[in-house]
């Protein structure tokens, strides 16, 4: 696979110049022409102890060099320089582009210079306030894009540049889980930093977020002010907290590069986007597993916790989501910062037969539609497992007596619309008796009819009482 190197450069590349030491006494800006240094280093790197076809005057050029040089780089990679604010950091960075060009063969796009704004030692409170963040957020257009990540193997190196940047990129290193290389200057011996997994409970991150923004925006603040912002804090977590900052003087304390990098990564994400194949997959896998699967796509908006549980699968270039020891998986891709769900699988064994047979393209053209769940499923940044079954046979319960007193509110009022309708057929029942009483009574009152000569006797009312007598026998007898 390519490589891609991002680098933090400094001005090692001019150490023999004798404008670089005068420049050093006061701040230049990125614009000034600097037009000694750039002969000085030029004419440096023209001598002939430094030709760039033998390795050993590569690796003496300078510190970004040294490093370069052993990562058996080949016409395909690429390196990004990370420049620092002023005109001898541009200067130095530019001329550092053309060695490199020059010694592995680049083509020019291949190599960029990014200026990272605000990022100089002169000013320490505009350091704080952008230079660092803008490292960071620098950076992460290249850790956290996955059409990078899908077709690069990405490599930091903090070698270059003054040493108070390199804890940044060793934390986005093990949050994102990549290689991180360095090398000390009295050493020539390369130390890999491997990119080990960083297990961190997100609960706390997300109590003190409000405190770190607060923090963020003064710069520097008196610690009991940062944990003031801290909802629903007790003396006894003090220590935790305040691992999120270090001290920026005798009363105040800053943001650590730990927390630059936790708040950057967590700006601006929003829900995870989902197919409809995705969602009747959640919907058919069983109670437990469908807890799990919804769990699960809460969980992938973030990436904080998104860096956490990403696997790559070797026969697909989807991306595969996951919580230690669970059958269940998510598999889907990045774009444009918000994670997509486009397969959801309930067991294990569906997810070795079935995940191989897709890719990203085939998805390329899908209606993802976006996840909503107004259901608090809780969290599981630990993975504690013995707790989380526990909570999980709560939220089971939960929804089975949610169900079951559903159903028999649902049964109460059929036995209720049952009674009603009883009532309103014993008041109609009632009154068509009364109704019937009344035309007896008016029958029975009636003159007897004189029978005719030739017709025998016939008894007053006699057949229509007993068919009206009868009627009303048959009426209330027959419906009993």
Same mark, same amino acid.
């Given at each position: ?15 023999? /110049? ?41 690796? $003496?050029? /300078? ?11 080949? %016409? ?15 200067? /130095? ?8 060009? %020059? ?25 704080? $306030? ?12 290249? @850790? ?34 990549? =290689? ?8 020539? &011996? ?27 925006? =003064? ?9 003031? +912002? ?6 006894? &977590?003090?220590?935790?907290?305040? *691992? ?37 997959? @959640?919907?058919? *896998? ?13 969980? #992938? *908006? ?31 891709? @990045? +774009? ?19 995940? #191989? ?14 996840? +909503? ?35 028999? =509110?649902?049964?109460?009022?059929? $036995? ?7 009532? *309103? ?56």
């Amino acid at each position: 696979m390519k490589k891609l190197i991002i680098c933090t450069t400094g001005t090692s590349i001019a150490n023999a /110049c004798p404008s670089l030491r005068g420049m050093s006494k006061t701040y230049h800006p990125w614009e000034s022409e600097a037009k000694d240094l750039r002969r000085e280093v030029a004419d440096f790197l023209g001598r002939p102890e430094n030709g760039l076809k033998n390795s050993d005057n590569r690796r $003496r050029i /300078c510190a970004e060099m040294n490093v370069l040089d052993r990562l058996d780089l080949d %016409r395909n990679d690429r390196v990004v320089l990370l420049a620092t604010d002023t005109a001898e950091g541009r200067v /130095c960075s530019e001329e550092l582009k053309g060695v490199i060009v %020059r010694a592995f063969g680049f083509g020019e796009p291949q190599v960029e210079v990014r200026r990272i704004e605000g990022l100089q030692a002169r000013n320490a409170e505009l350091l704080r $306030r952008e230079g660092l963040g803008n490292l960071v957020k620098t950076a992460l257009e290249y @850790i956290a894009d996955e059409d990078q990540r899908y077709s690069h193997d990405i490599i930091l190196n903090p070698t270059g540049g003054f040493k108070g940047v390199m804890p940044f990129l060793v934390v986005l290193g093990m949050i994102h889980r990549l =290689r991180t290389v360095y090398i000390f200057e009295s050493s020539n &011996e390369l130390i890999n930093l491997p990119p080990l997994p960083l297990s961190f409970d997100l609960k706390i991150f997300k109590r003190a977020r409000p405190a770190l923004l607060f923090l963020e925006e =003064r710069v520097g603040v008196p610690e009991s002010a940062f944990l003031g +912002k801290i909802p629903d804090f007790v003396t006894s &977590e003090r220590e935790l907290f305040m *691992a999120f900052t270090e001290r920026l003087d005798r009363n105040n304390v800053t943001l650590s590069p730990l927390a630059y990098c936790f708040l950057e990564i967590d700006k601006g994400h929003g829900p995870s986007l989902i197919t409809p194949g995705a969602l009747e997959s @959640i919907a058919s *896998a069983g109670p437990r597993q469908s807890l799990n699967l919804k769990r699960l796509v809460d969980l #992938s *908006a973030s990436p904080m916790w998104r860096n956490q549980h990403i696997e790559h699968w070797h026969n697909t270039d989807l991306l595969v989501i996951r919580r230690s020891n669970t059958a269940e998986r998510l598999a889907g891709f @990045i +774009k444009d910062d918000v994670f997509h769900v486009a397969l959801a699988f309930a067991s294990h064994q569906e997810y070795e037969r079935e995940l #191989s047979k897709h890719n990203r393209a085939e998805f390329k053209n899908a209606a993802f539609v976006e996840w +909503k769940n107004d259901r608090d499923l809780g969290v599981d940044e630990n993975d504690r497992d013995a707790l989380l079954e526990d909570r999980d046979r709560l939220l089971l319960n939960n929804e089975k007596l949610a169900a079951d007193l559903t159903e028999e =509110r649902e049964r109460g009022l059929e $036995r209720d619309i049952r009674v009603e309708a009883l009532e *309103a057929g014993i008041v109609a029942l009632k009154r068509e008796r009364e109704a019937l009483e009344r035309s007896i009574r008016e029958l029975r009152d009636k003159p007897a009819v004189v029978p005719q000569p030739d017709s025998p006797p016939v008894p007053p009312c006699a057949g229509a009482g007993r068919g009206l007598i009868q009627a009303v026998k048959d009426f209330f007898w027959g419906r009993r």
